[in-house]
């Protein structure tokens, strides 16, 4: 009991002890923690505190201070945009198609991958899938123009099945395929990492008690191998529904085109182009704040879900 | 797993997975080997080539001499080498610098800063604020809006910092009995001991500020200040082709406007593909640093 006193009086910032740690710790202050402090407080916390524009009459002249508040006037203007359904409707879709098709890919090509026994081979797979990952945005989507482009890659595959060619980036129906596809496609190696790793970690025991029962493979994966990485799997679910609402925009920028706004033209991009092209800037971080209040119920919600459902969850 | 004997589904099963592995890397790799092999065909045979490519067609070196003679791509190529060396430096100083003070146990103000470091991993200001921070601080149109806003990723700091951690405090102490102080120390005693995860990190910095392009596309004006990334978008995606074959008759640059396209993206992606093995040794160790809960 005596010494748990003592801890609670250390740690209490009393004036003589913070000259006591300041004395003895003055060097690492100044430069250590102090250049790293200043670097968080002018590109983080300015930042943060420049958000309150988008509850103002913002005028670049006036500086952030200086304006005069409006409340909620940008947000409203915002959900009477005629673009507002169509914005949402587009990152919801965005979103949905990448998580149907894009969250199961590196699950079954770690499940796949984990059945292969040649280390060599195991390896060079995972070199080659890994690639993608480190290639620059602009590479991958200059090399999607390219091939999208009516005398490329893509459409010469589609003549031999039979299609005609087109600019494929010029057609709406076209840009949603190219884009997830070339996500997955990019993603589903490096995504597999985690679930490798995991799979690494299931109790080897169970496996040779399955042979021992005469366990086909696929009931190992589907009694052992499956509920062995489900927290993993868990965890990443709550984490991908909790950005539902956050579709990139980089991507999107150098793919879409305004013959593709109305599949393409995602909350992200409409903040970059009445940001910083119109110049509308308070309006622009009204929808940027919106959306990540979105985002935020949205974690929230499916971690509490998830917690009552099985007892996995983020906190 | 001896006394577990093969029966006929299983070797169908392996041979089945292994050519759709095989089948997986190919599709993975063949678009970058098609570039590859774009890029070194002759643009007039490329251009009426139809289908797949499995080698150059008639080998020249033409698209890349057009893409060295280019002195936009020089200059953009001397632009990003210097955003990833400087900006690597500052990385992995700063970083270095919070990693070492958040590891140590005794300073009153070390939990304080954490709590404020972390909260910037979970709100931030986004898009606008951070542009307008860059226009109030005067950094607009230079290379530093590039390097100063990323000094620190606040996760790899957290990272370096479990690494600082698990270096026995013993060594440090006898250190400090010889008279060493917090640079030595750091310099002396943790930083050779982490080295490692210190070079992981560093090239992940590296890689980011190699590929990075949309920093420099809404704070750059000056188009001799543009990083490769910025010129390659302008020049493959915005097809502002007839500014990649300067120099080349007008007969010609129709056909070359493909090849060097292709050559273009792969003067951006060779440093990448040469450090690659590198950073494939050590990453899936970093993924995994990263992956531990604090």
């Known amino acids: ?315 | 797993m001896n006394f577990y004997r093969k029966k006929p589904g299983d070797y169908v099963f392996t041979i089945i997975n292994g050519a759709f592995m095989v089948f997986l890397a190919l599709i993975t790799t063949y678009p970058f080997l098609y570039v590859l092999f774009a890029s070194l065909s002759e643009p007039g045979k490329f251009i009426t080539h139809n289908g797949l490519l499995l080698y150059p067609l008639e080998f020249t070196l033409k698209s890349y001499k057009a893409v060295v003679n280019n002195p936009n791509i020089l200059q953009g190529y001397k632009n990003t080498i210097f955003i990833v060396v400087v900006g690597t430096v500052i990385n992995v100083i700063m970083t270095s610098m919070g990693a070492y003070f958040l590891s140590r146990k005794g300073p009153l103000w070390k939990t304080p800063i954490m709590i404020m470091v972390t909260i910037t991993m979970f709100v931030e200001g986004g898009l606008i604020p951070g542009y307008l921070l860059i226009l109030n601080l005067g950094l607009y149109d230079s290379l530093w809006a590039l390097i100063l806003p990323s000094s620190i990723s606040t996760f790899n700091m957290i990272i370096m910092r479990t690494a600082f951690q698990g270096i026995p405090s013993s060594l440090e102490e006898s250190a400090r009995i010889d008279g060493a102080n917090d640079f030595t120390i750091l310099y002396k005693v943790i930083i050779p001991l982490s080295r490692a995860t210190i070079a992981v990190i560093a090239l992940f910095y590296a890689v980011y500020h190699w590929n990075s392009w949309f920093a420099a596309n809404i704070y750059l004006k000056t188009k001799s200040k543009f990083p490769l990334q910025l010129i390659l978008r302008n020049f493959v995606i915005n097809s502002q082709a007839e500014e990649l074959t300067i120099g080349v008759g007008v007969a010609d640059s129709y056909a070359m406007g493909f090849t060097v396209k292709y050559a273009t993206i792969m003067v951006a992606t060779i440093p990448i593909l040469i450090v690659y093995p590198f950073i494939q040794r050590y990453f899936v160790k970093g993924v995994m640093m990263g992956s531990l809960k604090e």
């Open chain 1, 1 to 315: 009991m005596k010494s748990r006193t003592k801890k609670t009086k250390e740690k209490k910032f009393s004036l003589s002890l913070i000259k006591k740690d300041w004395r003895k710790y003055k060097y690492l202050y100044l430069f250590f923690a102090l250049p790293v402090v200043i670097y968080f407080v002018v590109f983080k916390y300015v930042p943060l505190y420049g958000l309150q524009i988008a509850f103002k009459d913002f005028k670049l002249s006036r500086g952030i201070w200086g304006s005069e508040w409006i409340g909620l006037k940008h947000f409203v203007n915002f959900f009477g945009n005629i673009h507002f359904g169509r914005l949402i409707i587009n990152t919801i879709r965005i979103s949905l198609l990448g998580l149907l098709f894009g969250f199961p890919a590196p699950i079954i090509f770690a499940l796949l991958l984990n059945e292969v026994s040649h280390k060599t081979f195991k390896k060079s797979v995972q070199t080659l899938t890994y690639l993608p990952h480190f290639i620059s945005t602009v590479v991958i989507c200059g090399i999607l123009v390219n091939f999208s482009g009516s005398e490329g890659l893509f459409n010469t595959i589609i003549e031999f099945f039979g299609g005609t060619r087109a600019d494929l980036l010029m057609k709406s129906s076209a840009f949603l395929p190219i884009f997830i596809g070339s996500n997955i496609w990019a993603g589903f190696g490096w995504g597999s990492i985690l679930y490798l790793s995991a799979l690494s970690n299931v109790d080897q025991e169970q496996y040779e008690a399955s042979f021992i029962d005469g366990a086909s493979r696929f009931q190992r994966m589907r009694y052992i191998t499956l509920p062995g990485i489900m927290p993993t799997i868990v965890i990443q679910f709550i984490l991908r529904i909790g950005n539902l609402m956050s579709v990139g925009s980089e991507k999107i920028l150098l793919l879409y085109s305004p013959l593709t706004y109305d599949v393409a033209d995602v909350i992200s991009t409409y903040v970059y182009r009445k940001g910083l092209l119109d110049q509308n800037y308070a309006y622009s971080t009204a929808v940027g704040i919106f959306n990540s209040v979105i985002n935020i119920i949205l974690l929230v919600t499916a971690n509490n879900l998830s917690k009552r459902v099985n007892e996995t969850s983020l906190w």
